[in-house]
């Protein structure tokens, strides 16, 4: 008993003893240093970056203290601070202040490691709402989003799912009981399997504004021809026929003139498409069935059928008026249209592709599919590579026309389009027949009808057991009593008013998608480890990397308790990974980390960037980034691939716009994403994906300064100040007289923005030789040569963008970091904490140490201490 006391007089002794000489390094080494190398800009006069180091204190005294030592400490280890202009350390000195730096913070650590930072109760974002309700119905919502009216979630830092921001409302409460009412009649219309039916159109094929310039034109077609036959046939008429011929010839003509005109009762008799649906007029972008205008009775799969002729792909002129790629065969595709939503004739929000149809040139020729078309909507033809102007294009080809026939020339644009329209063989297709059965219904009742009633039938003396399973589910752990009893007594308040037991059920499923327990995700801890418990871990793992809840094996390793355990969690996190719903990870990840979710708010020039509808661009843009990230992530590369990766994934678009030497016969269609070497091109790696140019531009141009900062703190987790309120921003000069690196020399040479530029300008010249849609460039214009040089903030110059992609691999350090952090605040739903730094570092030098990949980077996010901390 005394020997231990003793050693612990000692061990207190010798800790006060250390904690004395840390305090008299601190006056006699730390503080000098700062004083010398940091209050100019960090002390009394000036807090740059609001920070103020000349009041800190040792031992430190709490988290923003810790936070602004770690701050000095990072500065340091990274070489940025003093800056350049400023009188540089001794190398001696700095290696002792960081030496000192870094064991103060580890000891103040040690001391509120487990006072990390809380996860806030926290609901579900509206991108979880939506996939919850898909899987826990089991709904297409390819084109059904009934959360399309709630208020758009606040980010932080671009975060859509961080749990002190995700407020409720009113007005949310208002839309989750309206969609509660939609999902539930949605997903349990009926008892009774529903009756299949038939629809056929031959006529009818009104198809909104540009029907006017179509009738016109079919109604011309169909009666200049026959009259000028008539014409013939009444030169024929001569007196050398008898009585009798004259009025036999006559009745004839007689009956073709009264013909013409019932055919041109019925003008139109086809549709005609012209433009793809990215177009800005729509001229013929989409061909639908206006017989079936208010769209299908039932949610199901039906059988679609049409009749079309691909005419005139190659023109019959030497210059390409529509400006279609001439070398492919024409394509279409099915979207689903609602009439409630819109025109039909115009693009609608959701417009998933439930078919794709290639078409043979000059035949008429059926084609069909099977597709899925949810209640109140209608199939809609779109011609995926059509003309991106149709209406300038044929008012070119009619003036080219009238000009080569002699004819004079007509006096407006519109009758320049008319005359286009009959007479220029532009490319189109013609749909003649459309034709529409369903629902198909392999299977009755429902997959849904079964899980939720527990069997094939509806008993209606069974209601608290349906409900409680419903309930866990919905839930995502084992109800209470009390629980199930609130949502059971909805059912009794309703039956007892008269309502039929079978809408009183649903009713109660209502009440139970409007209840705190399926909105919020419950994480308290645990009384016994203070971890949240094995439901809350399943459901953090789900939404994590599905976005939405847990399904049954989860639900099953949450029950059993075998979720806590670390060997099964990683076991379980390469399951959900390997799953196709962890694409919602992949995108929803994109998102917050590098801000694709803004590609499209700055739609391009339609004039100056038409290959970027043409082709469809933003949604291959999207979509190699993605197929990028996922490459990485199911083959567990290193993470230094992101930056210095020397292949990527196109379409053929995108190789033609990346000037990549492919053949078409390598894409097995032109939907297909190969991957492809980007040895001597200005590609590899995400800096040469075309996503992040387009999202880094304004639509018009290019901004050295918007591409620095996004680099700054989306790839390298550094981001800078913002800059003073009184700094007016740079107008671009639209005339080409100056590049914009002239333009941002006063930005330069002001003391005020000196530092921050210094950071932001080397990193966004870097990338100015590509575009505003990710084409290589040279020159501003045909003078201004772009000018790519610059100097990293570590001192590393490059007089290029080789150069500099070569040299910024080097910032691999920062990079990893940054996506460390940015993949723990998604999984966790909270902003990473000064307290949380030492799980970070543990995870970041496991990482190195045993080189691991990025699917081993995911893994050790989920099973770290942090993972399971409330």
Same mark, same amino acid.
């Given at each position: 008993m005394g020997k231990k006391l003793s050693l612990g007089i000692f061990g207190l002794f010798f800790s006060a003893l250390i904690h004395l000489?840390?305090?008299k390094d601190f006056d006699s080494t730390i503080n000098p240093f700062l004083q010398t190398h940091c209050f100019k800009c960090h002390g009394p006069e000036k807090q740059k970056a609001d920070?103020?180091?000349?009041?800190?204190?040792?031992?430190?005294?709490?988290?923003?203290?810790?936070?602004?030592?770690q701050d000095i400490l990072d500065q340091l280890n990274l070489g940025e601070m003093p800056p350049e202009e400023e009188p540089r350390p001794d190398p001696a000195e700095v290696k002792e202040v960081v030496a000192w730096l870094t064991s103060a913070i580890a000891e103040a650590q040690a001391k509120r490691e487990n006072n990390g930072g809380e996860t806030v109760l926290r609901r579900l974002n509206r991108r979880e709402y939506l996939h919850t309700i898909s899987d826990l119905f089991h709904l297409n919502t390819d084109a059904f989003d009934?959360?399309?009216?709630?208020?758009?979630?606040?980010?932080?830092?671009?975060?859509?799912?961080?749990?002190?921001?995700?407020?409720?409302?009113g007005f949310l409460l208002d839309q989750y009981l309206r969609t509660a009412d939609q999902v539930v009649e949605k997903a349990l219309p009926s008892l009774d399997k529903p009756a299949s039916r038939e629809w056929i159109q031959n006529g009818n094929f009104e198809q909104g504004e540009f029907t006017g310039f179509m009738t016109s034109v079919q109604k011309r077609e169909s009666v200049d021809e026959p009259l000028k036959s008539l014409g013939w046939g009444l030169k024929g008429m001569t007196g050398s026929m008898s009585p009798e011929q004259l009025a036999k010839r006559r009745k004839s003509l007689t009956g073709k003139f009264e013909s013409i005109l019932r055919d041109v009762e019925n003008i139109p008799n086809h549709i005609r498409l012209y433009e793809h649906p990215r177009s800005q007029r729509h001229m013929g972008s989409y061909a639908y069935m206006s017989d079936l205008s208010e769209g299908v009775p039932f949610d199901g799969y039906y059988f679609f059928a049409f009749d079309a002729t691909a005419l005139y792909r190659v023109p019959p002129y030497e210059k390409n008026f529509a400006r279609t790629r001439t070398d492919e065969p024409f394509r279409l595709a099915v979207v689903p249209g609602n009439i409630e939503v819109g025109p039909l004739h115009l693009p609608q929000p959701l417009e998933p592709k439930l078919a794709h149809f290639e078409m043979v040139d000059g035949k008429r020729k059926k084609y069909h599919a099977r597709i899925w078309l949810n209640k109140g909507s209608t199939p809609r033809l779109i011609f995926l590579n059509g003309s991106h102007l149709t209406r300038n294009?044929?008012?070119?080809?009619?003036?080219?026309?009238?000009?080569?026939? =002699?004819? @004079?020339?007509?006096? !407006?644009? +519109?009758?320049?389009?008319?005359?286009?329209?009959?007479?220029?063989?532009?490319?189109?297709?013609?749909?003649?027949?459309?034709?529409?059965?369903?629902?198909?219904?392999?299977?009755?009742?429902?997959?849904?009808?079964?899980?939720?009633? =527990?069997? @094939?039938?509806?008993? !209606?003396? +069974?209601?608290?057991?349906?409900l409680s399973n419903f309930l866990k589910r919905a839930y995502r752990r084992p109800p209470t009593e009390k629980q199930i009893d609130a949502i059971h007594g909805v059912y009794l308040a309703r039956t007892s008013k008269g309502i039929e037991s079978w809408q009183a059920f649903k009713d109660s499923l209502k009440a139970a998608l409007c209840s705190p327990h399926f909105i919020y995700l419950q994480e308290e801890p645990e009384s016994e480890t203070d971890n949240i418990d094995p439901h809350a871990i399943a459901s953090r793992l789900s939404y994590?990397?599905?976005?939405?809840?847990?399904d049954r094996e989860l639900f099953t390793l949450a029950r059993t308790g075998e979720l806590s355990h670390p060997d099964i969690l990683r076991a379980q996190t390469e399951r959900l990974l390997r799953d196709s719903k962890s694409d919602r990870f992949v995108d929803g990840f994109l998102n917050a980390w590098l801000t694709l979710d803004n590609l499209g708010n700055t739609p391009p020039d339609h004039h100056r960037f038409k290959e970027y509808y043409m082709d469809d661009l933003a949604s291959a843009m999207?979509?190699?980034?993605?197929?990028?990230?996922?490459?990485?992530?199911?083959?567990?590369?290193?993470?230094?691939?992101?930056?210095?990766?020397?292949?990527t994934f196109t379409n053929p678009a995108l190789a033609r716009l990346y000037h990549l030497p492919v053949k078409k016969s390598d894409f097995p269609n032109p939907d297909s994403f190969i991957r492809v070497s980007t040895e001597g091109h200005p590609r590899g790696g995400l800096l040469g994906h075309s996503s992040i140019h387009t999202v880094t531009a304004n639509g018009v141009d290019t901004s050295p300064i918007i591409r620095g900062v996004w680099l700054l703190e989306n790839i390298l987790g550094t981001p800078p100040s913002p800059p003073p309120p009184d700094i007016e921003p740079i107008e671009p000069d639209t005339r080409g007289s100056t590049t914009i690196r002239d333009q941002m020399e006063r930005h330069r040479s002001d003391p005020t923005c000196a530092e921050c530029h210094r950071k932001i300008d080397p990193l966004g010249f870097a990338l100015e030789n590509f575009d505003a849609i990710g084409r290589f460039r040279t020159t501003y214009g045909p003078r201004k040569k772009i000018d790519a040089s610059g100097v990293l903030p570590g001192g590393q110059e490059f007089k290029d963008?080789?150069?500099?992609?070569?040299?910024?691999?080097?910032?691999?350090?920062?990079?990893?970091?940054?996506?460390?952090?940015?993949?723990?605040?998604?999984?966790?739903?909270?902003?990473?904490?000064?307290?949380?730094?030492?799980?970070?570092?543990?995870?970041?030098?496991?990482?190195?140490?045993?080189?691991?990949?990025f699917r081993d980077l995911v893994i050790e996010v989920v099973t770290s201490d942090l993972f399971v901390n409330p």
């Open positions: 000489y840390a305090k920070r103020r180091y000349d009041q800190l204190l040792h031992p430190i005294q709490n988290d923003e203290d810790l936070l602004l030592f009934p959360t399309e009216g709630f208020p758009s979630d606040k980010e932080i830092h671009h975060l859509d799912n961080q749990g002190h921001a995700l407020v409720t409302s294009a044929h008012i070119e080809a009619a003036q080219f026309l009238r000009q080569r026939d =002699g004819l @004079s020339p007509l006096s !407006s644009g +519109n009758e320049n389009l008319v005359y286009g329209l009959q007479h220029a063989k532009l490319p189109q297709v013609r749909i003649h027949h459309l034709f529409l059965s369903g629902p198909i219904i392999d299977h009755w009742p429902t997959r849904t009808h079964k899980e939720i009633l =527990g069997g @094939s039938t509806y008993d !209606s003396e +069974n209601i608290r057991t349906q994590f990397l599905w976005s939405s809840m847990p999207r979509k190699e980034t993605h197929v990028f990230f996922r490459h990485l992530l199911d083959n567990n590369l290193p993470t230094s691939e992101f930056l210095t990766a020397q292949y963008l080789g150069q500099f992609v070569w040299h910024f691999r080097n910032e691999h350090p920062k990079f990893i970091r940054a996506l460390t952090n940015k993949l723990m605040e998604y999984a966790l739903g909270r902003q990473m904490e000064i307290s949380d730094r030492p799980t970070i570092d543990r995870i970041l030098k496991k990482v190195e140490k045993q080189n691991l990949g």
